[in-house]
T-cell receptor, first 113, second 116 residues
């Protein structure tokens, strides 16, 4: 069975702090894909990143970075120098051989000014 | 380019009523999806359409039906609404199904449905 666990239900930090959102996944597939989406208070879901299981290189996009470690089945997301606009619910998702996205429960990130 | 649009944005139904949620995309995507989102949970797939002319059940299809009207439009119907169907419904689309590299799903703004 496939599963995505986001153990942090809610995180609250002060603006400009760095924050890491954890994502741990379970799958028996050797080929799979991992995603992060952002859901701001307005409610829409915004795609952030897609990563395949053969590419363990870390990725950086501005203040956002992702650390993929197959050895620990984790795909963590770090926001550097957080801003109030980063406040949102962040979802991690997994796609394996059945082609369906399996979603974590989400982490609510609160950035205080 | 509007992306994925959904109507209505909000709806209140009484138990037993029926309704159809509409979804349209203008990105020339082949695949479309319907999800529901409940508090404290991730999204769960209700139905999907890998390509025009096909539809398949997802994780939680009971109580729902879908129609892929054409390449652009994918509707979700509740025939006899129940309080357990109170949720936020999201439509999504992707260029392809599977894991081709063009399978990233893009989402509509959601429909907040309350069944009394």
């Amino acid at each position: 069975a496939q599963k995505v666990t986001q153990a942090q239900t809610e995180i609250s930090v002060v603006e400009k702090e760095d924050v890491t959102l954890d994502c741990v996944y379970e799958t028996r597939d050797t080929t799979y894909y991992l995603f992060w989406y952002k859901q701001p208070p307005s409610g829409e879901l915004v795609f952030l990143i897609r990563r395949n299981s053969f590419d363990e290189q870390n990725e950086i996009s501005g203040r956002y970075s992702w650390n993929f470690q197959k050895s620990t089945s984790s795909f963590n997301f770090t926001i550097t120098a957080s801003q109030v606009v980063d406040s949102a619910v962040y979802f991690c998702a997994l796609k394996g051989s059945n082609y369906q996205l399996i979603w974590g429960a989400g982490t609510k990130l609160i950035i205080k000014p | 380019n509007a992306g994925v649009t959904q109507t209505p944005k909000f709806q209140v139904l009484k138990t037993g009523q029926s309704m159809t949620l509409q979804c349209a995309q203008d990105m020339n995507h082949n695949s479309m999806y319907w999800y529901r989102q409940d508090p404290g949970m991730g999204l769960r797939l209700i139905y999907y359409s890998a390509s025009e002319g096909t539809t398949d059940k997802g994780e939680v299809p009971n109580g729902y039906n879908v129609s892929r009207l054409n390449k652009r439009e994918f509707s979700l119907r509740l025939e006899s609404a129940a309080p357990s169907q109170t949720s936020v419904y999201f439509c999504a689309s992707s260029y392809n199904y599977g894991t081709s590299g063009t399978d990233t799903q893009y989402f509509g703004p959601g429909t907040r449905l309350t069944v009394l």
